[in-house]
């Protein structure tokens, strides 16, 4: 239940909480045990949300409106609901909850915009700039295990799986000077 505020009456707080509950409960004859607990989880956060920051119905009104517009800009190109995710960091979060912290191991994070499934690939040294202007810049690593030790391949995002005798590639890219 949501801490009533100084400034919401016991009235008014029970007749809140009771909607929060009355609309947790249409979810009762879901037959998905975990889209009930999803459906339920986000009625009682959202309902938190609106009751915590006292939204108005104008405000209200103009959330509805600028996710409106993010549908009527989304195609099969565009998604702007993933960028909004990104942007509320909700992405991360879902990466973060579902790969556990292990000793100094990088963080999992999110395919970034600019990953393209299908890219071509770049041979070692290649120039992935593809002959764009601008100053040469050599990037090398090492890719290790948690405990430090050099691995011999790295996942890759399609797949997962490390390629075998491969590490970090290195390539020339191009960077512009402003």
């Known amino acids: 239940m949501t801490a009533a505020r100084p400034?919401?009456?016991?009235?008014?707080?029970?007749?809140?909480?009771?909607?929060?509950?009355?609309?947790?409960?249409s979810f009762d004859s879901c037959r998905d045990p975990r889209l009930k607990e999803l459906m339920v989880g986000l009625v009682r956060h959202v309902h938190a949300y609106i009751r915590e920051t006292r939204l108005t119905?104008?405000?209200?009104?103009?959330?509805?409106?600028?996710?409106?517009?993010?549908?009527?800009?989304?195609?099969?190109?565009r998604q702007e609901f993933i960028l909004l995710s990104d942007v509320l960091g909700a992405s991360m979060q879902t990466i973060a909850v579902n790969n556990q912290a292990y000793a100094e191991a990088t963080e999992a994070t999110v395919v970034g915009p600019f990953f393209v499934e299908g890219a071509p690939e770049i041979?070692?040294?290649?120039?992935?700039?593809?002959?764009?202007?601008?100053?040469?810049?050599?990037?090398?690593?090492?890719?290790?295990?948690?405990?430090?030790?050099?691995?011999?391949?790295?996942?890759?995002?399609?797949?997962?799986?490390?390629?075998?005798?491969?590490?970090?590639?290195?390539?020339?890219?191009?960077?512009?000077?402003?």
Do not use: K, M, Y
């Open 7 to 25: 400034d919401v009456s016991a009235e008014q707080a029970a007749r809140e909480e009771e909607l929060v509950e009355r609309v947790a409960r």
């Open 57 to 77: 119905e104008e405000e209200w009104s103009r959330a509805i409106g600028f996710l409106t517009a993010a549908g009527h800009i989304t195609d099969d190109r």
């Open 123 to 178: 041979a070692n040294g290649g120039d992935l700039s593809f002959g764009a202007p601008g100053e040469p810049c050599w990037v090398e690593g090492t890719v290790t295990g948690p405990d430090g030790t050099p691995r011999c391949s790295a996942p890759t995002p399609s797949s997962g799986q490390g390629v075998p005798g491969q590490g970090l590639r290195a390539a020339t890219g191009r960077h512009a000077h402003p």
